[in-house]
């Protein structure tokens, strides 16, 4: 069961043998169909997210927008690709409040409200400042979508598709990264101010599609139990885990888990603030994942590639527009599906081995455009440029498998009902912390020394090896609640307060 500190088994599946009054395949069961449909509208803040990354390459390369910002030098242009985490920074901390007084669904729809508004606005703006403000204004509303939307998601999914929906969850970002990339190239023979205007008019759709799912999906029966609206809880169970039998076994089940959770960490008041996380050694294990993620996905070299792929690109020979944004929803289009593969594989083989896997395969692949970088600034082989092109594909594929869909995913799921917003919202401050001085920084850096730069993300690489090997554990197969059995072990809180009603439940399966 232990191997090198980490917990490596699977979780028990108890869920698995219990009846359950549903389709096995969930497309031919109406309360699954309409359940899975509305999470994944709410995937659209992952999309939303996905559409900004891609919208400020594909905006580098437009000479309309160039006109727009003016004779910018690196440093204004870093931070105004950096704005939207300026923007979310401040937002998640008091989002998780919002989040855990007011529910899941009106943070979201909060958060996505705004960003309908700032993509309006920035439509209509003129000049980089005031482009500059809407993109903290969208980095706000985001905030408070990205905080609710990942565990209000998990909360809410069938526990035979919770695993499947969490790591789902971030691999969407790529979707949103295609439409961006190909709204692009529609208007790059567009020649007037339109040509930028009408994409970031189009930031408001996956927004609006946010809102439209909070219309089908429901409420989280773990915050309508934490809030003593257990009849409520049940019903939605009920309604959307079975078909509305509320005797299914398998939705009493889940109740019960999920009830004497909740009360337990209601009489260990310590669970249910920011002191959680120094209070014991699975708690401080906990927030340090949740910190070193955040870092980790903004500084494995993806963040330089991201939102500076023009200027690499200039940097090995290729110059043309065209050609720049063909190989953007190329590559947009490779993270999409490695991603999708990378979410379907974590459920099947585990998280662990995703981790440890993407990590080796990044370093190796980056090491090698860092050379061949080298080689063509030095030496101007126009094939050693090509060849960075090819290699930067692999790199990100081997990104996309485990950074991706993980991202989101790890951080809610070791996570406790009562610090999941916090914890979530730490992690996110975080990633967007970080990605502010990684976009503020990469301009600057790769004006001053170019493809030496890359050097520092080949040390961040090899750093993150020993940091997954020996600090993350491995969660696949365990229900929201028997993870804490992962951190804190067999005497974790959730086994010492079985109820009697749940062990016969347990006893009839």
């Given at each position: ?384 440029g090509s060849a960075v092109v090819a290699f930067l ?15 989101i995913a790890y951080p809610v799921e070791i996570l ?94």
């Open positions: 069961m232990v191997a090198g500190g980490v917990i490596t088994s699977s979780g028990r599946d108890e869920y698995k043998t219990l009846p359950n009054n549903t389709n096995k395949t969930w497309v031919k069961d109406k309360g699954l169909r309409r359940l899975n449909i509305g999470i994944g509208l709410m995937f659209a803040s992952a999309a939303a997210n996905g559409f900004d990354g891609s919208l400020m390459n594909g905006l580098l390369t437009l000479p309309e927008f160039t006109k727009n910002m003016g004779n910018v030098n690196s440093s204004i242009l870093g931070l105004i690709i950096a704005g939207i985490s300026l923007g979310g920074m401040p937002s998640f901390i008091p989002a998780s409040y919002f989040a855990d007084y007011f529910g899941r669904k009106k943070c979201v729809g909060l958060g996505s409200f705004i960003m309908v508004c700032a993509a309006v606005i920035q439509s209509a703006t003129h000049g980089p400042w005031a482009f500059f403000a809407t993109r903290i204004m969208m980095g706000v509303g985001l905030g408070f979508a990205q905080t609710a939307a990942p565990p209000l998601t998990t909360e809410i999914a069938h526990p035979r598709h919770r695993g499947a929906v969490t790591a789902s969850f971030q691999a969407i970002w790529h979707w949103g990264s295609i439409v961006s990339a190909s709204v692009i190239i529609g208007t790059l023979y567009v020649y007037n101010s339109w040509s930028w205007r009408a994409p970031c008019l189009i930031q408001a759709l996956f927004p609006g599609l946010q809102l439209l799912g909070l219309a089908i999906v429901p409420e989280s029966p773990r915050w309508l139990i934490s809030k003593g609206r257990t009849d409520e809880a049940l019903k939605v169970l009920a309604k959307y885990h079975a078909n509305g039998d509320v005797d299914d076994r398998l939705v009493q089940f889940e109740f019960n888990e999920i009830r004497e959770t909740i009360e337990m960490d209601k009489l260990l008041a310590n669970r249910s603030g920011w002191k959680y996380f120094i209070s014991t050694a699975g708690a401080r294990r906990r927030l340090a994942i949740c910190i070193l993620v955040g870092f980790m996905i903004q500084w494995a070299g993806n963040g330089i590639v991201s939102y500076y792929l023009a200027p690499i690109l200039r940097t090995v020979g290729i110059t043309d527009p065209t050609e720049q944004a063909g190989i953007n929803l190329a590559l947009t289009v490779w993270n999409a599906i490695c991603a999708t593969g990378g979410a379907l594989a974590a459920e099947k083989y585990g998280r662990r081995p995703l981790w440890m896997i993407s990590t080796v395969l990044m370093l190796i692949f980056f090491s090698i455009v860092t050379a061949l970088s080298a080689v063509f600034a030095e030496k101007n082989i126009k094939a050693a594909f692999l790199f990100f594929g081997s990104y996309d498998i485990a950074y991706t869909p993980l991202s406790p009902f009562y610090v999941r917003a916090k914890g979530l919202s730490l992690n996110l401050t975080v990633v967007f912390a970080t990605g502010f001085f990684n976009q503020y920084v990469n301009p600057i850096a790769l004006d001053a020394i170019a493809w030496k730069f890359y050097f520092v993300y080949i040390g961040c690489l090899l750093s993150f090896i020993f940091i997954i090997y020996f600090l993350f554990p491995e969660t696949k197969g365990r229900t929201l609640e028997e993870i804490a059995t992962v951190f804190d072990g067999a005497d974790a809180g959730t086994e010492l307060y079985i109820s009697d009603e749940k062990k016969e439940i347990e006893h009839i399966a």
